[in-house]
């Protein structure tokens, strides 16, 4: 991720990697509006995030209890932070990143403001704590720790060591079986437009009354309609009898004829 001096991202992506059956198949570099196609696939760039890693040791036997690299996939504010149960203790710790000017942004994460380092907070809950009414605005943490990349602080028996801040990336893959009927609807699309817009539309009635057969109709201006009612009905067999006047042409107006 590179950003702009203020911290927004300026530009995010990542370097992909396919493999099939072992063997590399595909590469190349994806971002947000430049996916990668394989195959019937297709793999966008979708968010990227903060990590941090961060393990957790037994001070007087040097046990490792927990080590994770930690997606902090809650918010509290614009705070990211992540829940953890330590194994074997009765803690549950609140890892977050206090420092580092962190601010909202994208899908599951924040981003840290370029030239800034980012720091880990450690609060720690003891005892019958639930874990869902843990967030980092609670009061009276039984730990309480502020750690740089690098560095490790004891308390209560246990080491947290903070081993730095790295990110994640979110990729979509997307096969969609129907987008060949989609194209093809698409293109059957256009001429139906055009034949609906720039062809010539009418409307007919016929009315039959004993012997006689009066014909109307309606349609677009550039349309002689007159004549085309009068060769229909010479093609009936009787020459045409106006009924009517023969008035401008309109598509308000109706043409008639009888025979």
Do not use: C
């Not at 995010?12 to 595909?26: C, H, N, P, W």
């Not at 509006?33 to 195959?39: A, K, Q, S, V």
């Not at 990110?167 to 009927?181: E, I, L």
């Amino acid at each position: 991720v590179e950003h702009y001096p203020d911290g927004r991202p300026k530009d995010y992506y990542s370097d992909l990697v396919i493999y099939k059956g072992g063997e590399e198949v595909a590469s190349g570099r994806i971002r947000v509006n430049t996916p990668m196609d394989y195959g019937d696939f297709r793999f966008h760039q979708n968010s990227f995030g903060p990590t941090v890693a961060v393990e957790v040791r037994n001070a007087d036997t040097g046990q490792v209890l927990f080590s994770d690299t930690l997606v902090l996939s809650q918010a509290f504010g614009s705070t990211p932070y992540e829940i953890v149960e330590v194994p074997t203790t009765n803690i549950t710790a609140i890892m977050a990143l206090a420092e580092g000017g962190i601010g909202g942004n994208v899908v599951g994460g924040t981003f840290i403001r370029g030239g800034q380092e980012a720091k880990l907070a450690v609060m720690g809950f003891a005892a019958d704590t639930k874990t869902e009414d843990v967030s980092p605005d609670n009061a009276r943490p039984d730990i309480a720790l502020r750690l740089a990349p690098g560095e490790s602080r004891t308390e209560r028996g246990l080491i947290f060591s903070f081993g730095g801040v790295s990110y994640f990336t979110g990729v979509v893959a997307r096969k969609d079986p129907g987008a060949t009927f989609i194209w093809i609807a698409s293109v059957l699309f256009v001429p139906a437009v055009w034949v609906t817009f720039w062809l010539a539309r009418r409307r007919l009635w016929v009315q039959v009354v004993g012997s006689q057969v009066r014909i109307a109709g309606m349609a677009d201006r550039f349309v002689d309609l007159q004549k085309e009612i009068d060769e229909i009905v010479l093609k009936i067999g009787s020459p045409p009898t106006p009924t009517a006047p023969d008035p401008p042409q309109r598509s308000s107006e109706p043409a008639l004829a009888g025979g």
